[in-house]
């Protein structure tokens, strides 16, 4: 085992940070480790929170983090900043309200920035879970606020989504963005303290009356909460268990796991294949020639021609 992976494993907090940036940064050893790390895939129950800005996204996992913790369970957290540059790692002041848990040694928090993330966003998190799930964590929590199309595909690494509204001010079904309300696994009606959360509830109820939009043969509940006051927390982990067991039981989850599988081998595969025309085109001025069209050839032809020369078959029928 890396050295680095030993250490995680047994639960030394400075290895895994150490890990975490090295991946975060491209780093040389980067192979090497998510090789390793890749066996602890799939141990955790990662639970992503999305919302509106300002919705209690933090509030509301920093009751998750106590609820759990009275619970024994080893819990992650990934909250994801869309105000940072990408790598950052430390803590971000006080957009996160987790701090009082900080001195856990049971609880592991990481910030990660979106700005600059190469390979996309889902990807780089998902590089980091897996560091989480190798640290031990049982269940990690992944903080994303729900605008911008990079923020919600982290939600892509989630076994279980809670979609976090909130009464009054833009929330309304109706006007949500489009897009988010489908997501969701739970419906999680915070800040039920003010008025016009039963509004909330009866409209989103209302959505739920076509059953057309259900994924994978779930009913997604709906929960209140007061995350302020902590009010709610075990019926909303309640429900988002029993997502997990409905993922399981019916088979969605492996085969979740195995759509992503082929999702990240294609990605990888694809970049692979960009970097290698683009070292074929530094290395062969005739490459870069075709490329940049200097015979005049149209990029069809160009593209085609390039394939044979890699010696890649072609499907019957002649297409690449
Ligand atoms: N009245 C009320 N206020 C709440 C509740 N939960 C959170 N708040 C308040 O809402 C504000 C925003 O809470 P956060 O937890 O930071 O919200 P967030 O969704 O994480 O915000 P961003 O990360 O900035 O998108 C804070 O002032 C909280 O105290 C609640 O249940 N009721
Ligand atoms: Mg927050």
Redesign the pocket.
């Known amino acids: 085992l890396h050295p680095l992976v030993e250490r995680i494993t047994a639960g030394d907090r400075r290895a895994a940070a150490r890990a975490m940036t090295l991946i975060e940064n491209d780093a040389p050893e980067k192979r090497a480790l998510l090789r390793e790390l890749y066996a602890f895939g799939g141990r955790a129950h990662i639970v992503g929170f999305t ?1 509106s ?7 509301l996992v920093d009751q998750v983090i106590a609820y759990l913790r009275g619970q024994g369970q080893r819990v992650g957290v990934l909250a994801v900043d869309p105000s940072s540059p990408f790598s950052g790692g430390a803590l971000l002041g006080d ?1 996160i ?1 987790m701090t009082r848990h900080s001195a856990d040694p049971g609880v592991y928090i990481r910030s990660m920035g979106t700005r600059g993330a190469v390979g996309g966003l889902a990807k780089a998190a998902r590089d980091v879970l897996y560091v989480l799930e190798a640290y031990g964590c049982d269940v990690i929590l992944v ?1 994303t ?1 729900g605008v911008g199309q990079s923020e919600l595909d982290v939600l892509t690494v989630a076994d279980t989504v809670g979609l ?1 509204l909130t009464p009054g001010a833009g929330d309304h079904v109706q006007t949500a963005k489009s897009g988010i309300m489908e997501i969701a696994d739970v419906y999680v009606v ?5 008025p016009g959360a039963d509004m909330l509830v009866r409209e989103i109820e209302l959505m739920l009356r076509d059953k057309s939009s259900f994924r994978e043969d779930w009913r997604p509940p709906i929960v209140r ?5 902590g009010a709610g927390t075990d019926e909303l982990w309640s429900a988002v268990t029993n997502h997990l067991a409905h993922l399981k039981h019916g088979g969605w989850r492996a085969h979740r796991r195995r759509k992503r599988h082929r999702e990240e081998t294609m990605a990888v595969l694809l970049s692979m294949f960009r970097r290698h025309v683009e070292w074929l085109a530094d290395e062969y001025p005739d490459w870069q020639d075709i490329l940049e069209g200097a015979a005049g050839e149209d990029p069809q032809t160009g593209a085609e021609a390039l394939w044979d020369r890699l010696g890649l078959a072609r499907r019957p029928g002649g297409d690449p």
């Open positions: 919302g800005p300002g919705a209690g996204k933090s509030t957009r309200r903080e606020v976090v915070n800040k039920a303290d003010l909460t007061v995350a302020a006051q």
